[in-house]
């Protein structure tokens, strides 16, 4: 079963960017869905933005314009750009792949 890590999560002013990796142990273009969660403190974790393997992506309406959600296939890695990072964005952020989860990277924005 393949197992997914995120990194490149940490702390940034509003208005920064950052860029997330969720690194798969194997082969990523097989997996149809891979989604990119966040769950802020004393919050249910949601859905931020999600890719297919057929090319399809969606975002939440918060983060329309500012994130983008890519696969690089041959790095068998999923990222995650985020720009004009707000306060609000701050949370642990989740990739699932299938049934997979990773173990989350800490995004705080905050001056």
């Known amino acids: 079963q393949v197992q997914l890590v995120e990194s490149g999560g940490g702390l940034v002013q509003p208005g920064g960017s950052l860029r997330l990796s969720c690194a798969a142990s194997g082969s990523i273009d097989r997996i149809l869905l891979i989604t990119w969660y966040r769950q802020a403190p004393g919050k249910q974790r949601e859905v931020v933005a999600s890719?297919?393997?057929?090319?399809?992506?969606y975002y939440e309406d918060s983060v329309k314009g500012r994130f983008t959600i890519s696969r690089d296939n041959a790095k068998n890695t999923v990222f995650l750009e985020m720009n004009s990072l707000k306060p609000e964005d701050t949370g642990v952020y989740y990739c699932?792949?299938?049934?997979?989860w990773g173990q989350g990277t800490q995004v705080t924005v905050s001056s």
């Open positions: 890719s297919t393997n057929t090319g399809i992506n």
């Open positions: 699932k792949g299938g049934s997979v």
